[in-house]
């Protein structure tokens, strides 16, 4: 498939850290070939006009799912008396498979957050037949956090393809090696780690994201048939 879902262990985790990443990075070294990002459901402000502001885009297009509130999507749905069509979404991220060379989807919380009262992210996942990228991440209880979410991947029967580490806060590498150890988190998953994002003070700054893709194992990541690699 021409997707790739990009899910967290959590809130916070560093979803649209490595969204923006791999998305500044296709439109430094990947051109012209197309890319779409889509956030099937947003609950308050947030992603989509972050896109939006980032890389040009139409919030609408990139989340055609959007509630006021800062819940979980079916809670914030239930206050304003509506009800989740994801037949939406779905059609929003086919438009997109179809009129892209790629999509990135970035998910919401965690592989088990809800996105109805009777779905979840992992459901999504399985249901669109997404391969998913992991991000954990590094603080104290990260291998843990790794270790449930993949047990999920694994029930829900995704196509995990990898783990990334993200410093969502400073880091020294003292502090990666005792909270997220790649080599631990590999032994007890199974799942390869591609690498780690490091703490970015101006997340706005897109040729340091890029920068930071790069240095990834993006050929498990992106479709490298026709992505040059930097120089």
């Known amino acids: 498939m021409n997707a790739l879902l990009i899910a967290g262990t959590d809130t916070d985790a560093g979803k649209t850290v ?22 099937p459901l947003q609950s308050g402000v947030g992603d989509c006009e972050w896109y939006s502001q980032l890389f ?17 999507p079916p809670l914030a749905a239930t206050l304003e008396g509506k009800t989740i069509a994801l037949d939406i979404a779905w059609q929003a991220f086919e438009q997109l498979r179809q009129t892209r060379d790629f ?4 998910g919401l919380g965690g592989l088990g957050s809800p996105v109805t009262y009777e779905t979840t992210v992992a459901d999504l996942a399985w249901d669109w037949r997404i391969p998913t990228v992991l991000v954990v991440p590094v603080k104290l209880g990260a291998i843990g956090q790794a270790v449930a979410n993949v ?15 993200n410093c969502a806060q400073p880091c020294s590498e003292q502090d990666i090696e005792q909270w997220a150890p790649a080599a631990l988190i590999q032994s007890l998953t199974g799942i390869p780690v591609l690498g780690l994002l490091p703490y970015f003070s101006d997340r706005t700054h897109l040729p340091t994201l ?19 690699q930097p120089h």
């Open 151 to 165: 047990a999920l991947a694994r029930q829900t029967r995704i196509h995990l393809k990898g783990i990334v580490l």
């Open 56 to 72: 040009g885009l139409e919030p609408a297009d990139v989340t055609p799912l959007r509630f006021q509130a800062p819940l979980a």
């Open 210 to 228: 890029a920068q930071a893709a790069s240095n990834l194992e993006l050929e498990k990541l992106l479709p490298l048939s026709f992505v040059p």
């Open 18 to 39: 490595l969204t923006t990443a791999l998305a500044a990075y296709w439109q430094q070294y990947c051109q012209p070939q197309q890319l779409g990002i889509l956030k």
């Open 103 to 106: 999509v990135l989807v970035e």
